[in-house]
């Protein structure tokens, strides 16, 4: 059960110290209830006081980290079983596969690692590269896997093989310092398997078939027994329902039931003959609890499709995405294109724009910095007066753009019509309607009346 | 229940099931068993008796069955000496008469003497066709409309069912004159009100006075002659009944739920023209089952009290007896009076002003230059004052204004101006006189060309010259506030009345009139407390996006938003039954102190998706409120000092416990009960439940200096009322301590309390 | 080793059952579509029922919709410029329904008259045998008169009408009430606002197994997160008991996919993006499928290829169940 954060204060010294970073031991409680900061920060935490508290703080689903440098990422450490609940914390990672044996593996892995696409001012990129053993010896798989990372430097790789030999080839053969995920250790090879990913200290896939989860918890006993801590999970399913099921179950016991032998992220292997298909199990991967996804098809629609649906998926709800507060251009607009002004919260963005854009109307659309509220809330929260529409106005060169002076402000702020009056005088302020939906019929029958 | 209407009724009642059963054997001998009955275009057989009673006329051998369920009804007629209430047998009565009258007009159908062909005393030339079906008036004879077909009833009972149309009124007997017959009609006409006409007095019936005065009768005009006698008026209850078939999905013969679907949905209502013999008693508490009510022209006993029908059952207005100066305006009084007794709401569909009205104007600006006059400011005193009334005492509509209006001023003059605006309503309450009023401000600035400003005695208005100049006058100001208060709170007011006046002696008499009742205001919210309801209200507004935030609004704390009181909260709930703000009974106490209460935590678990289970309602120690995130304020604890301390939304400093307001905003918001900490509206400071069971105001031991200073009067009456007059200069804020280690060497020197209070934990 | 115990959690409410298309009483539809009457989280067959498979519906429009993505507009071809033969195109590409759209009544769009709209609706209706949904032009007043005629003159065909919207749902429900229609309740991405609708429906008397909610789309990139979660409280929220979240839920993942810019934009976007032919039904693949995993029951599309890929992904996750 977690603790509150005034049950935590109790636990901890009262000093003050400030040597954790906090100015109060009440602020460090409050973020380590949270889970926002480490116990360890505290240098004078008392041995009773910790046992408490690392049985109520430590993450019930255990970070694993695929990668080193600059690339590499984290995925686990979930507190949630729905985003609303709190937020997502580790998006998963996106990683494209390749046999060994591919002719173009070199192209691939270097298409992989320089994909990059932009979105509400974050550039989304792929996470790495799976290289699948095709079979045959292991010094073969060992000069694929070296020629991916020669392809795609510091590009953080999954090394797919059930012969752990071929894993510890490529691992030795300068693989290693690069902490790839290795995939997968079996009922099979368990053995061979976590004693390669002790040698090298890299995380460990564990795999079980058809979400045989008796089996995943044996295999995990198993692997940890033999040394290996760093676990992720592949349940093996192969049906989308299954899938479903094992991965609701396994974040089921890793929060609810406090199962810390299966307390690991997991892996989706959403690969399929199409990338419809792909991508409909890759989506599922996203919103159900994968920490990374294997596809197969190197499809920029869908690449894009599934970055996107993963920012969406990961935004905090308590902290929506912020729009960039500049002037954008919806379809092309000319000097006599109406102009709107409206707030950086992304949604009332994307509905203004989306009403616009899906009415084909050119417009001038002013985004102001409202620290991402809407209309409303930054109207009453002060974010979104009449002296910051007037400075979006007068920052953004619209008056350059525009032949006209003609400012519409959402109907929900009609109030502030005098006052941006008064701020902006040498323009017409007008109160467009209170919803997006209402605007094409606004432009088309009051705007240009 | 009056016994005199219930003889009237039995006996009635008594009359008309013999007068059908002699009808239903006549046919019976004449046509034989397997004649056909039937209404014209319709699928649901005899309709009354067919919701009723789920049975299925179809022949005249159908029928006996029917006059025998009729007379199963029957009571006998009280006795003089027996005082009972009489209602069952008074409402049997009713239905019986409904069965025979229906039974009695299936007869009629049978023989082809139905819809019924009248004589009249001119023929009209046309002879055209002017209602529908083959219905029309061919030289000096009229044939009558009869019932209403299945289309025409699909046509209407979409409109009463989704409240186009707001009701229907059966019209028996015969109006005073043909004048008052057309008045009483066009009156009804204008509210767009479904009018079904019937009954006769002395063989004189309100078919004839409005066919003699050319009005036009039938379906597209929604005025429907069914009959010149009172049998006829039961096509009115069959038509209601078959609504409530067709739009209410109800299954025939479930007569209660019908009856009930009759009374909250369906707004009709009998207007009794001239003498009420016993059938029309009779068919009356036929009526009354549906929730329908009769309002009568003539002295007979009212049955004032509610239940059946939503108000009052049976109203007398002796037409001659209505104050009025003419026939006419005793006619628009009594047709008022039926709204009322039904409830029919009034609705205006655009406010009616000679310049433009909506949101877009409210932030207009109207600068010296483009001024034509003001009322208030510094030139001028003016008000502004709503107050309930007793329903007898308000005119829905009047407008009256005094002195100079507004064409009588000079450019950019100013005159003084007081507005009282009286309202009625039976849902209406004291408490929400002034939640009607702050809303005129908003009222009024949805003018186009108008300026608002201010409220009660500091209400200060400008108009345009170009608004000036279309025509606007001090009346519109009324009309304004008359359309958007039966808009905007249309299900609390019935009436409202608008007086204006510009007399400098009127205005200074009247503001003192308001002043005590601002200040008696004042007074009541002061002294409402937790203890003297048992009803707190919710708010689940914030839920949007902190998914398990519920506020929980007593009378001693305003929601942490600041916005929402908790008159505030029921008023909305009377507006808007559905909306944000429900009930939540009190319960029982689980803990007085500490403000647990069973109700509010059932509700909580309940309303945050089961993740909070208890809130103590004057304590933050152990399961404080939800914050959601548009807090005013937020309150900390800070363990070093024993106390609290509380910042506010403008206050970007960092503060003794570590942590800005965003930071804290970030811990504590989104919906988390997170104790130690809550987001608060600063008013809630005022309050004596203000956190009582840790210690209230003595225990703040920093607060933002911006809210001290903005409530410095307020927070010093609280001080004082503590007994502590000078503990307000004894509480830190972010000039002298914004660090633990600055706020405790204050704390000491002042000598501040809340160190030598009983610990917190 | 023991073995694993599966988390089962305990629901007590399920979702409503809400059946479009009838073949008697006045119905004259080949086959119905029942959904709704979950007692679980969408596909979770290991804990309770989901009796009836999500259905997928085809957006067709009473005028060629020239503002369509020219990528539409390819894969239907000609078959646009006709209602009727549009659906039975859309009933080959694997519609369990036709949504059709009255558009050409909108005042903006021709102002068609209500005899046209229901003369429309009569077509399809002949052309196909499936359960239709029938929304209106999307203007408040239009949407009642057209919606009622319709409404009457097909009676007992169980249709759902749409839109129910909080400012414009009582003449629409009285004319479901009266010709045995359901409606399609749409609020804006609120939970509250969802079950306030509900309740006034319900008020008017319409039974509740004839209203389906629309908890309004937002597509992939435009506000899909918002739904989604809105979706995941509301269908826990049926789970849990709450009666006015227990309707089946309606998402036009198809419309709001395809007006996006990247359902329409050709060229002058980065490669990244892929070329239009994929991207488009990309994004009303990823919308779908994360809406069918929030809740939807009935999901509206715009591209044949969509729908054969929507199909399949049902295929899988009610495989076994």
Request: with cysteine; charged share 20%; net charge negative.
């Amino acid at each position: 059960m977690a603790l509150s954060g005034l049950q935590i204060y109790k636990l901890l010294p009262q000093t003050n110290c400030k040597e954790c970073g906090f100015p109060t031991c009440l602020a460090f409680a409050m973020k380590l209830a949270q889970k926002g900061t480490e116990l360890d920060k505290c240098p004078y935490v008392s041995d009773d006081a910790r046992t408490a508290l690392d049985a109520a703080s430590a993450p019930p689903i255990k970070l694993a980290t695929i990668g080193a440098g600059d690339r590499a990422f984290g995925v686990g450490n979930e507190t949630v079983m729905y985003r609303h609940e709190k937020t997502f914390v580790h998006q998963p990672g996106l990683v494209v596969r390749v046999k060994s044996d591919a002719a173009d593996l070199a192209d691939v892995a270097a298409r992989v690692a320089g994909y990059s696409v932009e979105r509400v001012g974050m550039t989304l990129t792929l996470d790495g590269l799976a290289v699948e053993d095709a079979g045959g010896r292991a010094a073969a798989y060992a000069a694929a896997v070296a020629a991916a990372r020669a392809a795609a430097p510091g590009l953080p790789l999954v090394l797919m093989s059930a012969d752990a030999a071929a894993i510890d080839a490529a691992l030795a053969g300068g693989a290693a310092a690069e902490k790839p995920l290795i995939h997968a250790a079996t009922a099979a090879n368990w053995q061979a398997m976590a004693e390669v990913a002790k040698k090298h200290a890299c995380p460990l896939v564990i795999k079980v078939a058809d979400g045989d989860l008796d089996g995943l918890l044996e295999l995990s006993g198993q692997v940890r027994g033999a040394g290996v801590e760093d676990l992720v999970l592949d349940p093996g399913a192969t049906t989308l329902a299954g899938e479903l099921a094992a991965a609701t179950q396994l974040r089921r016991l890793a929060l609810k039931k406090g199962a810390r032998e299966l307390g690991y992220p997991l892996v989706a292997v959403a690969a399929a003959p199409t990338w419809q298909a792909e991508l409909v199990r890759a989506t599922q991967a996203v919103g159900k609890y994968a920490g990374v996804i294997i596809l197969d098809h190197f499809e920029p629609a869908m690449l894009y499709s599934l970055l996107t649906l993963r920012q969406n998926i990961y935004t905090d709800p308590q902290k929506p995405i912020q729009m960039e507060p500049k002037l954008y251009e919806i379809g092309s607009p000319t000097a006599d294109s109406p102009v709107l002004i409206t707030t950086n919260f992304s949604l009332t963005y994307f509905s203004v724009a989306g009403e616009v854009e899906g009415a084909g109307i050119p417009t001038w659309l002013l985004v102001a910095d409202s620290d991402g509220q809407s209309v409303l809330t930054g109207w009453a929260a002060g974010k979104f007066d009449a002296e910051k529409i007037a400075k979006t106005v007068k920052g953004s060169g619209i008056e350059n753009m525009v032949g006209h002076k003609k400012l519409v402000i959402p109907g929900h702020v009609a109030g502030l019509s005098g006052e941006v009056e008064e701020e902006l005088p040498e323009w017409k302020i007008m109160v467009g309607p209170r919803d997006a939906v209402d605007i094409p019929n606004y432009i088309k029958n009051v705007w240009g009346a | 229940m009056s016994r005199y209407i219930a003889t009237r009724a039995i006996r009635g009642a008594q009359g008309m099931v013999r007068e059908a059963e002699e009808a239903v054997n006549a046919a019976l001998v004449e046509l034989g068993p397997d004649a056909p009955v039937a209404f014209t275009n319709t699928a649901y057989y005899l309709p009354v008796i067919y919701a009723f009673t789920g049975e299925k006329v179809e022949k005249l051998g159908d029928l006996p069955a029917i006059i025998e369920r009729a007379k199963n009804l029957l009571h006998p007629v009280p006795s003089n000496n027996m005082w009972l209430p009489y209602l069952g047998e008074t409402l049997d009565s009713g239905i019986a008469t409904l069965f025979a009258e229906e039974a009695m007009e299936g007869a009629r159908f049978a023989r082809g003497t139905e819809p019924q062909v009248i004589k009249l005393d001119h023929a009209r030339a046309d002879g055209a066709r002017f209602t529908g079906g083959d219905l029309g008036v061919h030289g000096d004879k009229m044939k009558l409309n009869g019932p209403i077909d299945d289309i025409q009833l699909r046509a209407w009972g979409i409109q009463l069912v989704d409240g186009r149309m707001p009701g229907f009124c059966a019209i028996v007997g015969c109006a005073k004159s043909n004048e008052v017959a057309v008045k009483i009609v066009r009156e009804l006409q204008s509210r767009g009100i479904l009018i079904f006409l019937s009954g006769n007095v002395n063989g004189r019936s309100i078919i004839h006075q409005l066919q003699e005065e050319g009005i036009q009768l039938g379906y597209d005009t929604f005025t429907v002659p069914f009959g010149i006698d009172t049998i006829s008026a039961v096509y009115a209850l069959g038509f209601a009944a078959r609504s409530a078939l067709t739009f209410g999905g109800m299954d025939a013969g479930n007569a209660r739920k019908i009856m009930l679907y009759n009374k909250y949905r369906v707004f009709a209502f009998v207007l009794a023209l001239g003498e009420v013999d016993d059938l029309k008693y009779a068919t009356a508490a036929g009526a009354i089952s549906f929730g329908f009510p009769t309002i009568a022209d003539t002295r007979i006993p009212q049955i004032l009290p509610t239940g059946v029908t939503t108000y009052e059952h049976v109203v007398s207005m002796p037409f001659d007896e209505i104050p009025g100066a003419d026939d006419m305006e005793r006619t628009e009084k009594l047709i008022q009076r039926c709204m009322e007794v039904r409830g029919v709401k009034v609705k205006i569909a655009k406010v009616p002003i000679p310049v433009s009205y909506g949101s877009a104007f409210e932030g207009e600006r109207i600068r010296k230059d483009i001024m034509y006059a003001e009322f208030g400011g510094k030139r001028s005193n003016a008000f502004e004052f709503l107050r309930m009334k007793p329903a007898d005492e308000v005119e829905d509509g009047k407008i009256t204004v005094s002195g100079t209006d507004i064409d009588g001023m000079e450019e950019g003059g100013a005159l003084p101006l007081g507005m009282v605006v009286d309202v009625s309503g039976r849902k209406m309450q004291t408490d929400f006189e002034p939640i009607l009023e702050r809303q005129f401000h908003y009222f009024i600035n949805g003018v186009e060309g108008i300026q608002h400003n201010g409220q009660r005695d500091i209400a200060w208005t400008r108009i345009s010259k170009s608004t000036f100049g279309k025509g606007f006058r001090l009346e519109h100001f009324g009309k304004v506030i008359h359309a958007r208060i039966h808009e905007v709170f249309g299900n609390i007011v019935d009436k409202v009345q608008v007086h204006l006046t510009t007399d400098q002696a009127e205005v200074d008499e009247l503001i003192e009139v308001a002043r005590v009742a601002y200040a008696e205001r004042n007074e009541r919210i002061a002294n409402l407390t937790d203890e003297s309801v048992d009803t707190f209200y919710s708010c689940l507004l914030c839920q949007s996006f902190a998914p398990n935030h519920v506020c929980v609004i007593n009378p001693e704390r305003v929601g942490l938003c600041g916005a929402y009181n908790w008159l505030d909260c029921k008023a909305s709930y009377e507006i808007n039954p559905t909306g944000p703000n429900q009930p939540v009974a009190k319960g029982l106490v689980i803990d007085a102190e500490k403000g647990e209460f069973s109700g509010p935590n059932e509700y909580i678990y309940q309303n945050s998706n089961q993740a909070v289970e208890r809130v103590t309602l004057y304590s933050i120690m152990e399961a404080p409120l939800t914050s959601c995130g548009c807090f005013e304020a937020i309150m900390v604890l800070v363990p070093e000092a024993n106390g609290f301390m509380i910042v506010s939304r403008e206050d970007p400093s960092m503060t003794p416990c570590g942590m800005t307001f965003s930071t804290l905003a970030g811990t504590a918001g989104g919906g988390m009960q997170t104790p130690g900490m809550m987001g608060m509206g600063k008013y809630y400071l005022t309050s004596k439940k203000f956190i009582s069971a840790d210690g209230g105001m003595k225990r703040i031991v920093w607060l933002s200096s911006n809210l001290r200073e903005s409530m410095r009067p307020a927070l010093q009456e609280v001080c004082e009322r503590e007994g502590m007059p000078d503990l307000l200069d004894k509480i830190a804020d972010e000039t002298v301590a914004t660090t633990v280690e600055d706020l405790l060497p204050f704390l000491e020197e002042k000598g501040h309390p809340a160190l030598t209070m009983d610990p917190l934990f | 080793m023991t073995p694993v115990e599966i988390p089962v959690e305990k629901w007590s409410g399920a979702v409503r059952e809400v059946t479009l298309g009838s073949s008697y009483g006045g119905g004259t539809r080949g086959s119905t579509v029942s959904v709704g009457g979950e007692t679980a989280l969408p596909f979770l067959g290991f804990e309770g029922a989901m009796p009836h498979r999500p259905a997928i519906a085809v957006e067709v429009q009473d005028m060629h919709p020239a503002d369509w993505s020219a990528e539409l507009q390819a894969a239907w071809g000609d078959a646009m410029d006709d209602a009727a033969t549009w659906a039975q195109k859309a009933v080959e590409a694997g519609a369990d329904l036709i949504a059709l759209k009255l558009r050409s009544c909108h005042p903006d769009q021709g102002d068609g008259s209500c005899e046209d709209a229901v003369r429309t609706v009569e077509r399809v209706l002949a052309a196909v045998p499936v359960p239709l949904i029938v929304y209106g032009p999307g203007s408040a007043d239009k949407d009642n008169e057209v919606l009622v005629a319709v409404a009457e003159k097909t009676k007992g065909e169980q249709l759902a009408l749409g839109l129910c919207e909080d400012k414009n749902y009582r003449t629409i429900v009285a004319a479901a009430l009266g010709n045995g229609h359901a409606v399609i309740a749409q609020t804006p991405i609120d939970v509250n606002l969802a079950k306030q609708l509900n309740i006034l429906i319900s008020d008017m008397g319409l039974p509740l197994e004839r209203v389906l909610m629309d908890p309004n789309t937002g597509a992939l990139g435009y506000g899909l997160e918002y739904t989604y979660s809105v979706m995941e409280r509301l269908r826990l929220a049926a789970l849990m008991g709450d009666s006015m979240t227990q309707q089946p839920m309606i998402c036009t993942a198809g419309e709001e996919a395809w007006r996006q810019k990247e359902g329409r934009a050709e060229g002058d976007v980065p490669e990244a993006w892929g070329a239009l032919a994929e991207r488009g039904v990309a994004w009303e693949i990823s919308t779908a499928t994360t809406l069918l995993e929030s809740g939807a029951d009935i999901l509206v599309l715009r591209h044949p290829a969509s729908v054969s890929a929507m199909r399949d992904a049902l295929d899988d996750l009610t495989k076994g169940a």
